[in-house]
Nanobody, 117 residues
Framework: QVQLVESGGGLVQAGGSLRLSCAAS????????MAWYRQAPGKQRELVAQ???????NYAYSVKGRFTISRDNAKNTVYLQMNSLQPEDTAVYYC???????????WGKGTLVTVSS
C-alpha cells in the first residue's frame, strides 16, 4: 500500500518561506501525478498545485508566482516551495498521489502551515 509522509510544516512570518516535502512509499511514484491541497479552518479543501508524471504543472491562482511544485522521482518525493507567504495561506496542507493506470489516489495526513502577520 502507498504511504505518503509529509514534512516541513510550521510557523513562519508573513513574507517568509517554507518548503514542504512528501515522500511516497511503493513503486508507483514515477507513474503517478502528485498534488498539494490545503484546507483552512471553516473552508473547503482546495487544490494548491499539481504536477503530472511528465512534469507539467498547474497552480491555483492565489499561489501562482509564489509557490513552486516539483518532484524528484529518484527520491519518490514531491516538494512545495512556498515563498512570500501570507496569513491567508495558513492551512493544513495535504499531499496527494494519483495513479492513472489504476485510478487510485492516496493522501497524506497533512502538515500544518501557520503564517503570522
Amino acid at each position: 500500500q502507498v504511504q505518503l509522509v509529509e514534512s516541513g510544516g510550521g510557523l513562519v512570518q508573513a513574507g517568509g518561506s517554507l518548503r514542504l516535502s512528501c515522500a511516497a512509499s511503493g513503486s508507483i511514484f514515477s507513474s503517478s501525478a502528485m498534488a498539494w491541497y490545503r484546507q483552512a479552518p471553516g473552508k473547503q479543501r482546495e487544490l494548491v498545485a499539481q504536477i503530472n508524471n511528465g512534469d507539467s504543472t498547474n497552480y491555483a491562482y492565489s499561489v501562482k508566482g509564489r509557490f513552486t511544485i516539483s518532484r524528484d522521482n529518484a527520491k519518490n518525493t514531491v516538494y512545495l516551495q512556498m515563498n512570500s507567504l501570507q496569513p491567508e495561506d495558513t492551512a493544513v496542507y495535504y499531499c496527494m498521489l494519483y495513479h492513472p493506470p489504476t485510478g487510485m489516489d492516496y493522501w497524506g495526513k497533512g502538515t500544518l502551515v501557520t503564517v503570522s502577520s
